[in-house]
């Protein structure tokens, strides 16, 4: 024991500079007004169960409304007070006295005020991804119709393998976006329940009513458990891995579109607005927006597999694992999804197609030789197998991909076998249209199998663009409520 050491008063200087500092500034740039619609909901509610009177619940929302949430927010931490609900809570007892702004904190605590802030936060940020990932869907649909018989190689092994149509492949990537839009919708349904009321994690002995804080900020349901309120982390471990879900499959996409705008491809033309120049090379057009989108999902990708390794083994109880210092790396993550979300979606809806150079990619490269070893059992009744394997033949033994000549010496291989095959039976099988046409399955490439499912994806994105107008309305409501709730407890 050394009695001559010195001991810190709180905080501790360490402590304040590499803790607090930075959490009183993530909440001031995250949290306030969440933390002051709280403490008015909290506050009609008490007023509403007769736990406050009349004249506190004035004097504390008089106080509340002349917060000035500007200098609030720009407020340095000076150690005065632990973190901003306490600052907050200092300038309501500045503004109402202390007696009537001690009795606010009636029946709550910070555990169940910040895991509400939190979940609204959260929610903001779910809806927010929506949108941008709708207005991306929006750009790919009306790529997909416009391109819904244009011709282009599909790749397997980052190799030309058959043909398909840009519409096909557009529908591909549009089909993910509306199972991301799935995700998030179910998502947000979880998140979107209120925790207040678990007060600390068993909740109190006043006669709180739940439900009506749950309706004025806004939730739909309840986490009903209080324990369960305050100590499980499921809502954000499920959001952020949705989110890794959608940029696993944007940057990979993302990939595929910087890919087809290389010189050797060409395939895609980004807007003078979305390309940058060299500083020495004149000639360049590099498609730098498509390098961002993939680097900005990445990050997001991996932010979000941080949380959940932050999370990983962590007590089943109140733990600052999963708030002050976990909540930035959220909102990181989510912001950069949005960005990466955003920035193809406007790099995209400028972009323009060689179609004619895919059209040509299309008939090269042997890409409808599968058509004729069909064709050759669908005709003349032999095996696949046997028709694999004279195909391949041909193949391999071709000096160029021209179709034609492939068609000749098929034929002249097929009489030598037997197998009664026209020349022109052969030369429409190598036709990529054909091939195209043929592909009628659902799900296939041909109109009439593409077609009604670009039908179904625009209803599809009408539904879910309507779900969420419908949400932000809803919040709008909740909002509008809360206020005339409190204007009533100034009457």
């Not at 008063?9 to 001031?28: C, G, N, S």
């Not at 005020?113 to 929506?130: A, F, H, P, W």
């Not at 398909?164 to 993910?176: K, P």
């Not at 999804?337 to 979606?345: E, H, I």
Request: aromatic residues 6%.
């Amino acid at each position: 024991m050394h009695s001559d050491s010195k001991v810190s008063t709180f905080p501790a200087p360490i402590y304040r500079e590499h803790v607090l500092t930075a959490i009183f500034a993530d909440a001031q740039r995250l949290f306030l007004p969440s933390l002051v619609e709280i403490d008015m909901a909290h506050l009609v509610m008490l007023r509403k169960q007769n736990i406050v009177t009349a004249k506190t619940a004035a004097a504390c929302m008089r106080a509340l409304r002349a917060l000035d949430l500007q200098a609030l927010r720009t407020a340095p931490y000076d150690g005065s007070v632990e973190d901003l609900f306490f600052l907050v809570e200092a300038k309501i007892a500045e503004l109402a006295g202390r007696d009537d702004a001690g009795r606010l904190h009636t029946a709550r605590s910070r555990n169940d005020i910040d895991l509400t802030m939190y979940r609204m936060v959260l929610r903001g940020r779910l809806l927010q991804t929506l949108e941008n990932s709708l207005r991306l869907r929006e750009t790919l649909l009306r790529i997909a119709q416009e391109n819904r018989t244009t011709l282009m190689p599909a790749y397997t092994h980052n190799q030309p393998a058959q043909p398909t149509t840009l519409g096909h492949y557009m529908m591909a990537m549009i089909e993910i976006l509306e199972r991301d839009a799935d995700r998030i919708i179910g998502c947000y349904a979880r998140v979107n329940r209120s925790p207040l009321g678990a007060c600390a994690i068993t909740t109190t002995g006043f006669p709180i009513d739940r439900h009506v804080t749950e309706k004025l900020l806004g939730f739909r349901g309840l986490v009903v458990n209080s324990y369960g309120a305050i100590a499980a982390v499921d809502y954000v471990a499920e959001a952020c891995g949705i989110l890794a879900t959608a940029m696993l499959s944007l940057g990979r996409f993302a990939q595929d579109m910087l890919l087809w705008s290389t010189a050797e491809f060409g395939f895609l033309r980004l807007s003078d607005g979305y390309v940058q120049i060299s500083s020495i090379m004149p000639q360049k057009r590099n498609p730098v927006p498509l390098e961002h989108t993939r680097i900005l999902a990445s990050r997001a990708l991996n932010e979000a597999q941080a949380v959940l390794g932050s999370l990983h083994n962590t007590p089943f109880a109140d733990m600052n694992d999963g708030e002050d210092s976990l909540q930035p790396l959220v909102a990181l993550a989510f912001d950069d999804g949005q960005r990466a979300l955003a920035l193809l979606g406007g790099a995209l809806s400028e972009a323009s197609f060689d179609t004619e150079r895919m059209r040509s990619r299309a008939h090269g490269s042997f890409l409808t030789v599968t058509e004729v070893a069909d064709t050759l059992v669908r005709e003349c009744g032999i095996s696949f197998h046997q028709a694999h394997h004279m195909v391949s033949a041909a193949v391999r033994a071709a000096v160029t991909d021209d179709p034609t000549a492939l068609a000749t010496d098929l034929y002249a291989r097929a009489r030598k076998e037997g197998i009664a095959v026209t020349h022109d039976q052969l030369v429409q099988a190598l036709d990529p249209v054909h091939f195209i046409a043929l592909r009628q399955v659902l799900g296939g490439p041909a109109p009439a199998a593409l077609d009604p499912e670009l039908a179904r994806a625009e209803k599809q994105l009408n539904t879910d663009g309507g779900w969420l107008k419908e949400e932000r309305t809803h919040l709008i409501g909740a909002h509008d409520t809360l206020r005339s709730e409190c204007d009533h407890l100034l009457q």
